[in-house]
């Protein structure tokens, strides 16, 4: 059996690949150049971060940045409350998407198009700030941790994507089958359609904890006790209004100016490093769940 030639690219071709090539790594560069300046200059002394001697590598290598944030308890009570805010506001948010998408997805729903047409018209057309404010007053919920959680729990995109998966990707067939053997709406739920959902759930709880974890308006304008502030609203009070935290006040002078050019990107990292530590074990599941919805839906 003959193989079949290969086929030569021409000089058209090598040049069109040159160029994206070029030009993914000029992307490439324009995202990972600035994460290293900041990793190294998180692990740099603060005398040569502050002389813009810091470039691609650690310059009198030294973990000081990192033991004054790790042992200040603003930053560490900071850190907590966005771990729980990410936490339970993904669970929460999670559970209510597919909560609304699973009956939306059903053909034997009735009333489900106009249910749907309403839920788009909230991502067109938002209620705004001030009235958002006075509705969550009005529940009780300034300065306590639902405010973080309740006004955002549901992301029309995340149901979008959800019922477009539950609708594309799971045949009538298996639930057929699951009424033939008397298994209720709960029932094939918990028992057909979340085991077969896992990429989606994946998807959606990813983009939930993102938003969570980086979530600092609603904390700006709902909270106002110190001790709930998210890991975002202390450090714009460290880096933006420059009011350091409590384990930052001993240094003083120039020593302390140095110290906080250091802190700013040990902040940085300390930030941004749970993010990047969780990616990787969904991101498997992202292509897979966000386009199965995006495509067919």
Known sequence: MKQGRKVKNTGIDRVFMFAVYALLLTFLAVVLLPLIYILSSSFSSPNAVSSGRVWLWPVDFTIRGYEVVLSDPQILGGFANSLFYTVV???????LT????????????????????????????????????????????????WAMILPQAIGVWQVIIARAYLRNSIPDSLYEAAELDGAGDLRILWSVVLPL?????????????????????????????????????????????????????????????????????????VSTAPVLLIYPFVARHFTKGALIGAVKG
């Open 197 to 269: 959902a896992k990429p989606m759930i994946a998807v959606i709880a990813l983009m939930y904890a993102i938003m969570q974890w980086n979530s600092y308006f609603d904390a700006l304008l709902y909270l106002k006790t110190d001790d709930l502030y998210p890991l975002q609203l202390v450090l714009r009070n460290i880096l933006v209004l420059n009011s350091p935290g409590n384990g930052m006040d001993a240094a003083a002078g120039i020593e302390r100016r140095h110290l906080a050019d250091l802190l700013k990107y040990s902040l940085i990292v």
């Open 98 to 145: 597919i909560a609304i998408a699973y009956p939306l997805s059903r053909k034997g729903f009735y009333g489900r198009g106009f249910i749907t047409s309403i839920i788009v018209y909230t991502m067109l057309f938002a209620g705004g700030i001030i009235p958002t404010y006075l509705v969550v007053q009005s529940l009780g919920l300034l300065d306590t941790r």
């Open 89 to 95: 506001g993904a669970l929460v948010s999670v559970t």
